[in-house]
């Protein structure tokens, strides 16, 4: 029964990693032939599901699919755009900047949903090429989800597995080596496409001409929207203290969402090797516990989804939108960039937790 | 109501072989919103203008959430609109919609509230093109013929 187990989950994992299918129907497939040969009964099966971490995914789409409506996350994509002048790399710093604070307060596929068309029209005007702009908002956006319990979904479910540990945990322990990490992996990647990074002088002015604003006038609800996606983050910070679990904060965020405007759609992920790693974790520590293996696994979980262009489905999701805009980037490149952004990362990781955690 | 088949169709498809130039401008001079695309006489897909609009804006269009920040136009669209010229029109259709011709009011209303299309592929029983109908013109057929039944 184990090996059947074991069976499944491997092709699961295979399945989802070559596309066969879309990973939805891989996952609740599995499920049903673990739960169909008797390897788990239903109850247990029905007990195996996390709530939580579904609780706090659900409750996050709602309101960030509501508040995206309304332009607020547009205005601020093209307002730190604007920062930069025009000039290219400052300007692949602020993309990466906003990408990876997005990613963190909100997720990182709807960063990336949000961040990669912006960043092509931008491209478009300044006329350069949009793939390094984009290759950095990637690994910008798995490196910038790992700063919080929101951020990326290996950080909820550790999130839910361990509720001692707090969204301010969180932030404490994986926010600032995130942010060295954005900025070390940003660095690289300007050096690396230098050449590529140049904007003729007269284009320069063409991204202060957009008027950021202009769809949030046309846009109802913009005010109270922002104000309970606010009002929810100050909720997870203080969930601790107040007793109440992420995934209780966001749902109540949710719900005064869904009464204030309609109802947004909302796509559930999974990401079957935190699922996997959290019970290993558990059993390492034994009785004792240890925040320091979550860290580890946290930071391997979320820095490893920059390796290849279908780690995370942030990555799937940009390659997507490069591919309709007629800018495919092939397996082998993205490759070329992941793997040595997430060593550098993972030696971050490796030596901040050296340093400071063990 | 007669068959749909006799109601008034349009007489306007492209070749699946065909440019999206080529396409465009049978949109254009019969003033239509959509025109079939065959291949040996069968319907393989619609070129709507939809599909123009799609066709001639910069291909991230329509990932773009939000595109009112913009004060000027782009300077790309004149240049996707030539790259776009030469390129076949079977790049850029949608599935097709289609209606037998033998079909009931019912069933063609049905086809095109649930597709949404400015116009469905009228066919025989081999698949084969009859004409499009338009879903003004049905809708006014409709009426006319609900409206006379009442009188």
């Not at chain 1, 949009?130 to 950080?155: F, K, M, Q, R, Y």
């Not at chain 1, 909820?156 to 969204?167: H, N, Q, T, V």
Request: contains cysteine.
């Amino acid at each position: 029964m184990e090996v059947l187990a074991v069976v499944v989950f491997l092709g699961a994992l295979a399945a989802i990693a070559l596309e066969w299918t879309h990973r939805t129907k891989v996952a609740l497939l599995g499920a049903a032939v673990v739960v169909v040969a008797g390897v788990i009964d239903e109850h247990h099966a029905i007990e195996a599901v996390d709530w939580s971490t579904l609780g706090l995914l659900v409750g996050m789409m709602i309101i960030v699919g509501l508040t995206e409506r309304t332009g607020v996350f547009t205005y601020i994509a093209l307002r730190v755009a604007q920062l930069s002048g025009g000039r290219p790399v400052r300007l692949v710093f602020l993309l990466a900047l906003v990408t990876g604070v997005m990613s963190a307060f909100l997720d990182n596929l709807t960063a990336i949903l949000l961040v990669v068309p912006i960043t092509l029209l931008l491209a478009d005007l300044l006329r350069v090429s949009p793939i390094p702009l984009v290759l950095v908002e990637v690994l910008a956006s798995n490196i910038g989800g790992t700063a919080t319990l929101i951020g990326d979904p290996p950080n909820i479910m550790i999130g839910s597995a361990r509720p001692e540990l707090s969204f301010l945990d969180f932030i404490v322990n994986l926010a600032p080596v995130a942010f060295f990490t954005l900025l070390t992996v940003t660095a690289g990647l300007a050096f690396l496409y230098r050449k590529q990074l140049v904007v003729e002088p007269e284009r320069q002015g063409e991204v202060a001409k957009l008027d950021p604003a202009a769809d949030m006038r046309e846009a109802p609800y913009v005010k109270r929207s922002l104000a309970v996606l606010l009002g929810t983050i100050v909720g997870f910070f203080l969930h601790a203290p107040l007793h109440l679990e992420p995934a209780v904060v966001a749902l109540a965020g949710a719900t005064v969402m869904l009464i204030i405007a309609a109802l947004g759609s909302a796509v559930v992920d999974n990401i079957p090797f935190t699922a996997a790693m959290i019970p290993v974790v558990d059993s390492l520590q034994g009785d004792g516990f240890d925040d320091a293996a979550w860290w580890a696994l946290a930071l391997g979980a979320c820095f490893g989804g920059n390796a290849t262009i279908i780690a995370a489905a942030a990555n799937v999701a940009a390659s997507g939108v490069l591919e309709r805009a007629g800018k495919p980037i092939s397996f082998v490149r993205f490759l070329l960039v992941g793997v040595p952004a997430t060593a550098v990362s993972l030696l971050i990781a490796t030596v901040y937790l050296m340093l400071f955690q063990l | 109501m007669q068959r749909i088949g006799d109601l008034t169709l349009v007489q306007a498809s492209v070749d699946a072989g065909a440019t999206f130039e080529e396409a465009a401008r049978v949109l254009s001079e019969n003033r239509l919103a959509s025109v079939a695309v065959v291949e040996h006489g069968r319907v393989v897909g619609l070129f709507t203008d939809e599909e123009l609009l799609l066709g001639v804006s910069p291909r991230y269009l329509d990932d773009l959430r939000h595109t009112a920040f913009l004060e000027a136009e782009l300077p790309s669209l004149r240049e996707r609109a030539q790259a776009v010229r030469g390129e076949p029109v079977r790049d850029h259709m949608r599935k097709a919609v289609t209606v037998h011709a033998g079909a009931t009011a019912v069933h063609a209303a049905e086809r095109f509230v649930h597709s949404d299309e400015a116009a469905v592929a009228v066919v025989d029983d081999e698949g084969r093109l009859l004409g499009m109908l338009e879903r003004t013109e049905f809708a006014h057929a409709l009426l006319r013929r609900l409206t006379a039944a009442g009188d």
